[in-house]
T-cell receptor
Framework: EDQVTQSPEALRLQEGESSSLNCSYTVSGLRGLFWYRQDPGKGPEFLFTLYSAGEEKEKERLKATLTKKESFLHITAPKPEDSATYLCAVLLRAQKLVFGQGTRLTINP | EAQVTQNPRYLITVTGKKLTVTCSQNMNHEYMSWYRQDPGLGLRQIYYSMNVEVTDKGDVPEGYKVSRKEKRNFPLILESPSPNQTSLYFC???????????FGDGTRLSIL
């Protein structure tokens, strides 16, 4: 069975304290991996797409990386406005998308 | 403005009363999809459509129907809603299924 697991479930950091979120997957036929950000009361907002192991993408304080078994979302010197739930999703054959349960990130000023 | 629009945003209804949640996108996207989001379970795909008149089941299709008669619209139909379908529902679209999806702001359904 295709499975996507995100850890930790929740993470609380001080402003400026860097950390990483993990997305590990056990799937057959990975076609790509997406990272999304979700704010309360809103739909997920696209951040990054990664298609192959070794690929990296960067945007402001966020950097996403991909290996054959997992992806990391690195957050460098976060600010309170980075507080949100971060979701990863793996793209499988037949354009099926499977999401992880998300990591709820809180950045304290 | 590029967007995915869902209606209604909130609905409280009773068991067995048929309802439809509409979804419309203005980006000429071919791919559209419905998800439900439940605490502890994350986002789960209900149905998706790769183009007009082409639909397929996701992970949790039981109790739901969809249709794709026009490219821009992808309604979700609950013929006989039950309390276990109480959830937050999202519609999403993309140019192709292997590309990032744009999400609507969600529909919160409560089935009593």
């Amino acid at each position: 069975e295709d499975q996507v697991t995100q850890s930790p479930e929740a993470l609380r950091l001080q402003e400026g304290e860097s950390s990483s979120l993990n997305c590990s997957y056990t799937v057959s036929g990975l076609r790509g991996l997406f990272w999304y950000r979700q704010d309360p009361g809103k739909g997920p907002e696209f951040l990054f797409t990664l298609y192959s192991a070794g690929e990296e993408k960067e945007k402001e304080r966020l950097k996403a990386t991909l290996t054959k078994k997992e992806s990391f979302l690195h957050i460098t010197a976060p600010k309170p406005e980075d507080s949100a739930t971060y979701l990863c999703a793996v793209l499988l054959r037949a354009q099926k998308l499977v999401f992880g349960q998300g990591t709820r990130l809180t950045i304290n000023p | 403005e590029a967007q995915v629009t869902q209606n209604p945003r909130y609905l409280i209804t009773v068991t067995g009363k048929k309802l439809t949640v509409t979804c419309s996108q203005n980006m000429n996207h071919e791919y559209m999809s419905w998800y439900r989001q439940d605490p502890g379970l994350g986002l789960r795909q209900i149905y998706y459509s790769m183009n007009v008149e082409v639909t397929d089941k996701g992970d949790v299709p039981e109790g739901y129907k969809v249709s794709r008669k026009e490219k821009r619209n992808f309604p979700l139909i609950l013929e006989s809603p039950s309390p276990n379908q109480t959830s937050l529902y999202f519609c999403a679209s993309s140019f192709r299924g292997n590309q990032p999806q744009h999400f609507g702001d969600g529909t919160r359904l409560s089935i009593l």
